[in-house]
């Protein structure tokens, strides 16, 4: 949208730990990134909130989704992640997919990036992500984490990971045109669950006028 996000607008998923052990960051207070991190208030992830259940099924009108439903979440997004930075960006819609970047960045440092796309599928929306180191080194070894789309409506999309907990639950929330929230509910094999939720804000590209003036700038003589 997602993101994070998430998306949300934005996502975020299931790498920080890693990434933290490989930066030499505390694995006492590592994280799961990508698609899905802390709230908008800056505060840390949240291990005693319990994840609630799942968000309402598709209805009769909605049950085959199309990826024009999640337009809105082309062009650039920032939000804060306790002392982190999220960043997101994602392309329209088209031949089928939607695909985007995620990053999260500490004090001047890139914790991990993160590659993701929406594929449309004959059995529904799916949601793809890898996560990266900034050499491009691949986190996972296997095949990428797939989450599939459990419900969307106007201003929610929900995704499951049907495998695994790592995230276990992806949701986007539009709240107006320029933000949106993305909400990782992790459950671990071993250890308590964890929620990550980051609020986005669309980042606006710079005003038409400036971009015209440096054009007539630079065909002066």
Known sequence: MLGAAALVCILV?????RAQEATGGSADHAEKPGTSPP?????????????????????????????????????RWRGEWGSRVAEQTWLEPK??????????IERERTLVLELFSLVEKPEGIQFYLRHLTPELLPWEKSD???????????????????????????IFTRVDADTCTQRSEIEPAEGEPQVIEITFHRQKPPAATSSAGNAARRKKP
């Open 13 to 17: 998923p299931s790498g920080v730990a």
């Open 39 to 75: 709230a908008a208030t800056g505060k840390g992830v949240s291990k005693t909130e319990s994840a609630p259940a799942s968000q309402q099924v598709l209805t009769p009108t909605a049950q085959h989704p199309t990826l024009d439903q999640f337009s809105w979440l082309e062009g």
């Open 95 to 104: 031949a089928g997919e939607m695909a985007g970047l995620f990053r999260v």
């Open 144 to 170: 990428a984490t797939v989450l599939k789309l459990e419900s969307v409506d106007g201003t929610k999309a929900t995704f499951v990971n049907p495998v695994n907990g790592e995230p276990k639950r992806l």
